[in-house]
């Protein structure tokens, strides 16, 4: 993002982008919860790369599309937005840090194993999962749609 934006501008940005996610996300609300999940709006959270002023977003936008859920709760509603944003942080910084073409993927992986981690946490507390089993079978969704997310938006922009 240029740094001569404006502020107004940047939460505008912020704003579409946390939108489209909940409603890209909602979009598709009978595969978004529980273990296995595919909810679409995460292909947006690569954005964070070169947008960081997004990742507050991100957070927002979880707690929205948790009320939805039928494991709504504290986990959903609190612990889920916070491994949100330290994973778009985490993403940033390691895109920025690796920098190019293997940055973004690390960092969009990264995020996406953050992400399916903290999930697994909620499913195996609320669901009585086994922990393995509930990573692994978001990690799978996670990974493909952050990938892919990298590639259409981070890549190309």
């Given amino acids: ?5 404006s502020p107004a501008r940047r ?4 704003g579409v982008v946390g ?4 409603v890209l996300s909602l979009a598709v609300a009978p595969i978004a919860f529980g273990p296995i999940q595919f909810r679409v709006g995460e292909a947006l959270k690569p954005l964070v790369i070169k947008y960081p002023v997004v990742i507050p977003a991100f957070g927002v936008g979880t707690v929205i599309i ?3 859920s039928p494991f709504a709760g504290a986990l959903e509603l609190v ?3 916070l491994v949100d944003v330290s994973g778009g942080v985490l993403c940033y910084l390691v895109a920025r840090r690796i920098g190019g073409a293997l940055g973004t993927y690390l960092a969009s992986l990264l995020y996406a194993v953050w992400t399916a981690a903290g999930v697994g946490v909620v499913l195996t507390v609320v669901a009585g999962l086994p922990y393995l089993i509930a ?11 952050l990938l892919l997310g ?4 981070v890549r190309r922009i």
């Fill in 1 to 5: 993002m240029a740094q001569g934006q």
């Fill in 11 to 14: 939460v505008a940005i912020a």
């Fill in 19 to 22: 939108a489209l996610y909940v």
């Fill in 66 to 68: 948790n009320l939805f």
């Fill in 79 to 81: 612990f889920m937005p």
């Fill in 135 to 145: 990573f692994a079978s978001v990690a799978v969704s996670e990974i493909i749609l």
């Fill in 150 to 153: 990298n590639a259409l938006l």
